[in-house]
């Protein structure tokens, strides 16, 4: 059982449109900081790390929704 098939057609595009919204919030985000090196930020320092974190967090986030998207709205990004 799909997660949307309780919803009514504008609860689908409400959800639709919201994870859209935040996949290209994420996707900004990601660019801003997609370049993080030992070399840039130093190796071993706490910025390399935050950075690294935060790609790794943006970067589930974003598989989720795009597995959601494909899974239950047929859209493919």
Do not use: P, Y
Request: with cysteine; charged share 40%.
């Amino acid at each position: 059982m799909n997660g949307v098939e309780i919803l009514n057609i504008a609860q689908k595009d409400k959800v639709k449109n919201h994870l859209l919204s935040k996949l290209e919030k994420i996707n900004k985000e990601l660019e801003g900081i997609r370049d993080c090196s030992s070399l840039k930020d130093g190796f071993g320092t706490m910025r390399l790390a935050k950075k690294q974190r935060k790609v790794e967090e943006l970067s589930k986030e974003k598989f989720a929704i795009t597995e959601t998207l494909f899974d239950d709205f047929g859209i493919e990004v």
